[in-house]
């Protein structure tokens, strides 16, 4: 048997100060669970980019976090813009972040790279005008 | 080799006595290592990491710290005393530390060394270390012990990144042991190296120190205890002291926050206090969010060492006055080359993760277990009351599964299971019924209600002096 942990977060859009809360929450749940600091620091880092990307581009949005014992998926939701053109928004280095966003430290081009880099696996479905939804995993 | 049995040793301990079984000191706690069970706090050991702030909140003040007296001094045939910086910032209008250091011969000391002469050290070789280290940066010091205990517990990420050099008092002790062999010829356990600290931290770290096999500190005494047994022996007139005095600006300065990164002569640096504060800096730089750091100096104590619970003086008067009395002295009075008697200055061991808060064995266990405390947290109110000795719904639940606390502490829970007894025999004083002799089948049922009844609210953590009626009468 396969048992399966599943953690749902609400994003809100526009509060910087609270992005990150549910990376914090996760990665703390996971030392509970003994998972090693490696596999924490990815899922970390990667869904902290994530939640950045949800407030500063789609308003929020939903993370699903599954932990099973051979791998943690992390699916991020939102009903934002999407994406038009992925291979230009997975350079480093390329943002569309306002002004405004930049000039709080954020928008630096790094967040689908390094969300990437940290993780076994990452997927993009997005739809302009609709969504996007963004699948991770990171591998135990 | 690490003793086991004296890995979490802690010298922040409660007198039972004097707790009232209040949750102030739970919700205070910043690792949640403490409990109120029947009508008594209960410190978790591998929970704590000796940081004191409970003894800060405790109203009842019945969380002490144990240290060792004055008179361990007779114990041995030379003693030498090692004085925090922080002493020096207790006295009010201090100019000069040797009217501290004489006092404290007068008292009965054979020799003093400055813990602040020994920072000097650990200054130069930081600076030297972080240079040779430059891309492994930031370091985060490792002179604080429950800052090194928090970091042990909570941030397996962060141990490569304490600066692995041993805290000024332990090369304070090595030098000064040294030296009073040479001096006396006496054999090392004929010697007692005492350390005057403004922390029960410190305390632990001697007996069970971290990133070394064994310290050369002999005993700790507290700062509060000295303070005022040296009042008496302070003698102003300068022409009439020996001079003691070996550390300058830098040394000194160690006693505040602030003060250690004042030593390493960098300006990229973060220093924060405070145990709430630094847990913060720590999540902040184990998720990568801080950036450009050379140094993190945090220290567990508002303030730094000065706010330290061993202390008298108000935190921030003692910073003050640490910074007048250091205004006139040369930046550092101590080199690692002048220091033969130090033979290794860096830790001899690594620091190992200890994984407290871990709930299960195994993974899949510990998976098991978070699904169990998921769905339990779910069924309380979510109001972390603390009535049930736990500081929130959720260490509830982590305790419960863990089988240290059942679902019934709650208190809301225990009620709504009353609620549900007492809606099963409603039917009793409804109608006709009301008043009337029971028959025998509602009589069970009555019974059977107030042993459960009975059950229920004695499983509940009700406090010891509330259990007597005979108490009770008297209070009203």
Redesign the interface.
Same mark, same amino acid.
């Given at each position: 048997m396969s %048992?399966e /942990?599943i953690?749902t977060y609400q994003i809100d859009g526009d509060d910087f100060t609270r992005a990150?809360e549910a #990376? #914090?929450s996760v990665?703390n749940?996971l030392?509970? /669970?003994?998972?090693g #600091? %490696?596999a924490?620091?990815k899922v970390?880092?990667a869904m902290?980019e994530g939640e950045i990307n949800m407030v500063i581009h789609a308003n929020g949005g939903t993370i699903t976090v599954s932990? #099973? %014992?051979t791998d943690i998926t992390m699916v991020l939701a939102d009903q934002g813009p999407g994406i038009p053109d992925i291979d230009k928004a997975m350079e480093e280095g390329y943002s569309t972040a306002r002004d405004e966003v930049r000039s709080l430290g954020f928008g630096a081009g790094m967040g689908l790279p390094n969300m990437k880099r940290f993780t076994d696996e990452m997927k993009i479905d997005t739809v302009i005008g609709q969504g996007t939804t963004i699948t991770m995993k990171v591998n /135990? | 080799m690490e003793n086991n049995s004296n890995k979490f040793m802690r010298s922040v301990r409660l007198k039972e006595s004097a707790c009232q079984g209040c949750i102030n000191c739970i919700k205070y706690c910043p690792t949640q290592a403490i409990r109120v069970h029947n009508g008594k706090a209960h410190i978790i050991d591998k929970f704590c990491i000796d940081c004191g702030r409970c003894i800060r909140y405790c109203p009842h003040h019945a969380k002490i710290a144990v240290y060792d007296p004055l008179t361990v001094i007779n114990n041995f045939k030379y003693t030498v005393a090692l004085p925090a910086p922080s002493l020096y910032a207790q006295y009010n209008n201090l100019t000069n530390v040797d009217i501290v250091l004489n006092a404290l011969l007068k008292l009965g000391f054979d020799d003093v060394y400055e813990v602040s002469a020994a920072a000097e050290l650990v200054s130069e070789a930081s600076r030297e270390y972080i240079k040779e280290h430059r891309e492994d940066a930031p370091f985060i010091s490792s002179a604080c012990p429950s800052v090194i205990r928090l970091i042990r517990v &909570?941030f397996?990420?962060l141990i490569s990144r304490l600066l692995p050099i041993k805290a000024p008092v332990e090369v304070a002790a090595e030098i000064a042991r040294a030296r009073a062999m040479k001096k006396t010829g006496l054999k090392p356990e004929e010697i007692g190296i005492i350390f005057i600290s403004p922390c029960p931290s410190k305390v632990s770290y001697a007996k069970a120190p971290l990133g070394i096999e064994k310290s050369n500190i002999d005993n700790v005494v507290a700062i509060k205890d000295i303070y005022p047994l040296l009042l008496p022996h302070m003698k102003h007139d300068e022409s009439q002291l020996k001079p003691l005095s070996h550390s300058g600006r830098i040394g000194i300065g160690w006693s505040n926050a602030g003060g250690e990164v004042g030593g390493l002569l960098i300006d990229n640096y973060l220093a924060a206090d405070g145990i709430v504060n630094i847990l913060r800096v720590l $999540?902040e730089l $184990?998720? $990568? &969010?801080l950036h450009g750091l050379t140094f993190v100096e945090l220290n567990a104590c508002n303030g730094g060492c000065v706010g330290g619970t061993l202390t008298v003086e108000n935190a921030y008067i003692a910073m003050t006055k640490t910074k007048r009395l250091t205004r006139y002295q040369p930046v550092s009075k101590n080199h690692l080359a002048d220091n033969p008697e130090l033979e290794n200055i860096f830790w001899a061991g690594d620091i190992e993760?200890e994984?407290v808060?871990?709930?299960?064995n195994?993974? &899949?266990e510990?998976? &098991?277990m978070?699904?169990d405390v998921?769905k339990l947290t779910a069924q309380f109110p979510g109001l972390d009351c603390g009535s049930c000795g736990a500081p929130t719904c959720q260490t509830l639940a982590?305790d419960i599964v863990r089988g240290a606390a059942t679902p019934n502490d709650c208190i809301y829970v225990l009620r709504s299971n009353i609620a549900d007894l007492s809606s099963r025999i409603e039917h009793l004083t409804q109608g006709e019924n009301a008043g009337k002799t029971l028959s025998r089948e509602d009589d069970e049922l009555l019974h059977k209600y107030i042993r459960e009844l009975t059950t229920e609210l004695a499983s509940f953590g009700v406090p010891e002096n509330l259990r007597q009626p005979g108490k009770k009468e008297v209070k009203d």
């Amino acid at each position: 048997m396969s %048992d399966e /942990l599943i953690f749902t977060y609400q994003i809100d859009g526009d509060d910087f100060t609270r992005a990150g809360e549910a #990376s #914090s929450s996760v990665k703390n749940k996971l030392k509970m /669970l003994g998972v090693g #600091s %490696d596999a924490i620091r990815k899922v970390a880092i990667a869904m902290y980019e994530g939640e950045i990307n949800m407030v500063i581009h789609a308003n929020g949005g939903t993370i699903t976090v599954s932990v #099973s %014992d051979t791998d943690i998926t992390m699916v991020l939701a939102d009903q934002g813009p999407g994406i038009p053109d992925i291979d230009k928004a997975m350079e480093e280095g390329y943002s569309t972040a306002r002004d405004e966003v930049r000039s709080l430290g954020f928008g630096a081009g790094m967040g689908l790279p390094n969300m990437k880099r940290f993780t076994d696996e990452m997927k993009i479905d997005t739809v302009i005008g609709q969504g996007t939804t963004i699948t991770m995993k990171v591998n /135990l | 080799m690490e003793n086991n049995s004296n890995k979490f040793m802690r010298s922040v301990r409660l007198k039972e006595s004097a707790c009232q079984g209040c949750i102030n000191c739970i919700k205070y706690c910043p690792t949640q290592a403490i409990r109120v069970h029947n009508g008594k706090a209960h410190i978790i050991d591998k929970f704590c990491i000796d940081c004191g702030r409970c003894i800060r909140y405790c109203p009842h003040h019945a969380k002490i710290a144990v240290y060792d007296p004055l008179t361990v001094i007779n114990n041995f045939k030379y003693t030498v005393a090692l004085p925090a910086p922080s002493l020096y910032a207790q006295y009010n209008n201090l100019t000069n530390v040797d009217i501290v250091l004489n006092a404290l011969l007068k008292l009965g000391f054979d020799d003093v060394y400055e813990v602040s002469a020994a920072a000097e050290l650990v200054s130069e070789a930081s600076r030297e270390y972080i240079k040779e280290h430059r891309e492994d940066a930031p370091f985060i010091s490792s002179a604080c012990p429950s800052v090194i205990r928090l970091i042990r517990v &909570k941030f397996p990420s962060l141990i490569s990144r304490l600066l692995p050099i041993k805290a000024p008092v332990e090369v304070a002790a090595e030098i000064a042991r040294a030296r009073a062999m040479k001096k006396t010829g006496l054999k090392p356990e004929e010697i007692g190296i005492i350390f005057i600290s403004p922390c029960p931290s410190k305390v632990s770290y001697a007996k069970a120190p971290l990133g070394i096999e064994k310290s050369n500190i002999d005993n700790v005494v507290a700062i509060k205890d000295i303070y005022p047994l040296l009042l008496p022996h302070m003698k102003h007139d300068e022409s009439q002291l020996k001079p003691l005095s070996h550390s300058g600006r830098i040394g000194i300065g160690w006693s505040n926050a602030g003060g250690e990164v004042g030593g390493l002569l960098i300006d990229n640096y973060l220093a924060a206090d405070g145990i709430v504060n630094i847990l913060r800096v720590l $999540e902040e730089l $184990e998720d $990568e &969010k801080l950036h450009g750091l050379t140094f993190v100096e945090l220290n567990a104590c508002n303030g730094g060492c000065v706010g330290g619970t061993l202390t008298v003086e108000n935190a921030y008067i003692a910073m003050t006055k640490t910074k007048r009395l250091t205004r006139y002295q040369p930046v550092s009075k101590n080199h690692l080359a002048d220091n033969p008697e130090l033979e290794n200055i860096f830790w001899a061991g690594d620091i190992e993760y200890e994984p407290v808060f871990r709930l299960g064995n195994t993974f &899949k266990e510990s998976l &098991k277990m978070m699904s169990d405390v998921e769905k339990l947290t779910a069924q309380f109110p979510g109001l972390d009351c603390g009535s049930c000795g736990a500081p929130t719904c959720q260490t509830l639940a982590e305790d419960i599964v863990r089988g240290a606390a059942t679902p019934n502490d709650c208190i809301y829970v225990l009620r709504s299971n009353i609620a549900d007894l007492s809606s099963r025999i409603e039917h009793l004083t409804q109608g006709e019924n009301a008043g009337k002799t029971l028959s025998r089948e509602d009589d069970e049922l009555l019974h059977k209600y107030i042993r459960e009844l009975t059950t229920e609210l004695a499983s509940f953590g009700v406090p010891e002096n509330l259990r007597q009626p005979g108490k009770k009468e008297v209070k009203d």
